[in-house]
T-cell receptor
């Protein structure tokens, strides 16, 4: 049973380009969370999704950032027109449906570097 | 929104000593969890304590929860160099998401 898979592991983009980060949750998990982490800091919540539905996007910047979790395929975090300040580690976590286990399972993260 | 806040921010101890980290939060919770993060990796769940529990053990880990003070502590006994990592608490409330604190960076010196 594979864990949460994130790819790519490292992503380098120039300012103005688009970044697409992918997350495949654990088998049987229908809920996905995205977090952002700067060096030596904690995790900042970005968005919480269920398949085909955004539950909570209160942590997402209003512009340039979007997330989806389609019926088929991985969850995607998309950052348009990246800027240097977007450089960070982006972690995805998945969980089973509420009521069947409350802990999160994390992927290894995508390190985004914006040149 | 509710938030876990760990202290100290950094802790350095000798191998064999005990390490204690604390977490405070602001609002009512459903449960509180502790996670560990090795450098450059994702977080790994350590232990969960529910709001109606006061203490929980798992191996060398001991977690306490004081809902009247809105605080929790994580004790790692007989620490090892391999325990060197960052430790985060996370709270969940009814209908609310996992909110993480800034973490405690633990260094266990051989």
């Amino acid at each position: 049973n594979a864990g949460v898979m994130q790819n790519p592991r490292h992503l380098v983009r120039r300012r103005g380009q688009e970044a697409r980060l992918r997350c495949s949750p654990m088998k049987g998990h229908s809920h996905v969370y995205w977090y952002r982490q700067l060096p030596e800091e904690g995790l900042k919540f970005m968005v919480y999704l269920q398949k085909e539905n955004i539950i909570d996007e209160s942590g997402m910047p209003k512009e340039r950032f979007s997330a989806e979790f389609p019926k088929e395929g991985p969850s995607i975090l998309r950052i348009q027109q990246v800027v240097r300040g977007d450089s960070a580690a982006y972690f995805c976590a998945s969980s089973p449906p509420p009521g069947s286990g409350e802990k999160l399972f994390f992927g290894s993260g995508t390190q985004l570097s914006v040149l | 929104s509710q938030q876990g806040e760990e202290d100290p921010q950094a802790l350095s101890i000798q191998e064999g000593e005990n390490a204690t980290m604390n977490c405070s939060y602001k609002t009512s919770i459903n449960n509180l969890q502790w996670y560990r993060q090795n450098s450059g990796r994702g977080l790994v769940h350590l232990i969960l304590i529910r709001s109606n529990e006061r203490e929980k053990h798992s191996g060398r880990l001991r977690v306490t929860l004081d809902t009247s003070k809105k605080s929790s502590s994580l004790l790692i006994t007989a620490s090892r160099a391999a325990d060197t990592a960052s430790y985060f608490c996370a709270t969940t409330g009814y209908g609310q998401n996992f909110v993480f604190g800034p973490g405690t960076r633990l260094s266990v010196l051989p």
